[in-house]
């Protein structure tokens, strides 16, 4: 089995699995008290600490353990609000940001704060000046992440860092997808990350607060972990993290060059294997080991599990995938299609072999999906003013299928209305007519649903 998907979780690496071996005789007892064996662990512990804040860089004074990298992030957010209430209850994240930032700026917005979501390009960026023009006199913390945990994509955080250091605002940065690769540039004031995503135990995350930056711990106050991540320390989990860190940073040049080289491999073969495929995301600005692409009139959730069927575990935004069927709001913010959509994120080590297999499998599962849907031939010179299709009550890529199989019948000129009533279809529609060069003209009410209006343009 190829396991193609580490931007989810990485496997545990060797280093990782000795060291939570070794110190499990080691680590158990309570750093706290100052016999024997508490001072073994604490040994151990502060050992961590100075490793992952070199990793980081930072200092270790400003580096806690918690329990997840989600924890982190919810912590993060939390008390940079707290700490800087005074100044207001504004808040920037990108429209691209991790669930758990999503989920931290709402639970701020329903808590009487307000948000600022800023938008993306269609290679998944911000703009720096899209954060300067965000920046207001009440804005107490901006949330960016360091590379994008769908499409790779790296976001300019030194710019953006610049920006917000200008007027006196902290920067969060979600470093979880790039840690693994370097230390993360710019004059940031929190970072987080999270140990599973590099090949370390799942449990254990990692907060930095720079000094300086005011921070208001929320909820019961601990004395662990100056006071920020309340629990007793899981050292053997914390040891084994610090040490896959370290040990893939070792690793991280000569890996990631290799590892470019095989996704770039896929971003230029797939679109010549395989008709109707977008790779999406930054070409340049992006993590190594990871390419993301959508494929037209496909199930998203069958071609994951024929990929699995031939020995591949990939991951997809599509919304076919998810337990709330809809879109990945990472690839609506950019505007892209998200049915077909597939994100390979190659583990280091990964081997050629399994790069050129999965490139020789693809094709033959995208065409056999594409053929139990129905999937149109391109072409047709029809003449007709104006079509309506009734996708009512179909999912995507139904709608979407159904679309492209109506444009053949009316003019260059003319319009296709699609009645539809699926989420989707909204994101799809128009992503369909980029991809396609033809004219998304708009939505409009209709009886049942929205009507969707496509104008052909050749």
């Not at 977008?278 to 496909?298: A, N």
């Not at 020789?360 to 003449?383: M, S």
């Not at 679309?403 to 019948?409: D, E, P, Q, T």
């Amino acid at each position: 089995m190829s396991y193609f998907d580490v931007a989810s979780s990485a496997p545990l690496h060797p280093v990782a699995r000795q060291a939570l071996q070794a110190s499990l005789d080691e680590g158990w007892a309570d750093p706290a008290r100052l016999y024997r064996e508490g001072r073994r662990a604490r040994l151990l512990l502060d050992a961590a600490r100075e490793a992952a804040a070199d990793a980081v860089g930072c200092r270790a004074d400003e580096l806690v353990f918690t329990s997840s990298g989600t924890r982190a992030v919810h912590s993060g957010i939390g008390g940079a609000l707290a700490g800087r209430r005074r100044v207001g209850r504004h808040l920037i994240v990108s429209a691209v940001e991790h669930s758990s930032v999503l989920h931290s700026a709402e639970a701020h917005e329903a808590d009487g704060g307000t948000v600022t979501d800023v938008a993306v390009d269609r290679g998944g960026a911000v703009a720096p000046q899209a954060y300067a023009d965000a920046l207001r006199e009440d804005t107490a913390l901006a949330c960016l992440q360091s590379a994008n945990h769908e499409v790779g994509t790296e976001q300019p955080v030194a710019e953006v860092a610049a920006v917000c250091r200008a007027a006196g605002v902290p920067l969060l940065v979600d470093a979880a997808q790039s840690l693994a690769w370097g230390p993360v540039d710019g004059d940031w004031s929190l970072l987080t990350g999270s140990a599973h995503k590099w090949g370390g135990p799942a449990g254990v995350g990692l907060l930095v607060v720079r000094k300086g930056v005011r921070f208001a711990v929320q909820g019961p106050v601990d004395e662990r972990e100056s006071g920020r991540a309340a629990g007793f320390e899981n050292i053997p989990a914390v040891v084994a993290a610090a040490a896959s860190l370290r040990a893939v940073r070792a690793e991280a040049a000569a890996e990631g060059a290799r590892l470019r080289e095989l996704t770039e491999r896929i971003r230029a073969r797939v679109p010549g294997l395989v008709p109707d495929v977008e790779v999406v995301g930054d070409p340049v600005r992006r993590l190594p080991h990871l390419v993301t692409f959508s494929c037209l009139y496909v199930d998203g959730e069958t071609v994951l599990h024929e990929l699995d069927r031939a020995g591949f575990s990939v991951s997809s935004g599509s919304s076919c995938t998810s337990s709330t069927l809809t879109p990945s709001h990472v690839l609506r913010a950019m505007g892209v299609v998200s049915e077909g959509n597939v994100r390979v994120s190659l583990p280091m080590g990964a081997e050629e072999a399994e790069v050129e297999r999965f490139l020789d499998v693809l094709p033959g599962i995208v065409r056999g999906v594409r053929e139990t849907l129905g999937a149109p031939v391109a072409g047709g010179g029809g003449q007709a003013d104006a079509v309506t299709v009734d996708a009512l009550g179909m999912s995507c890529p139904l709608p979407v299928i159904e679309l492209a199989k109506a444009i053949g019948r009316v003019r260059v000129g003319g319009t296709v209305t699609v009645l539809a009533d699926d989420e989707v279809a909204a994101v799809d529609i128009p992503a369909w007519c980029w991809t396609q060069q033809h004219e998304y003209v708009g939505e409009r009410p209709a009886d049942h649903g929205v009507a969707h209006v496509v104008r052909r343009s050749s």
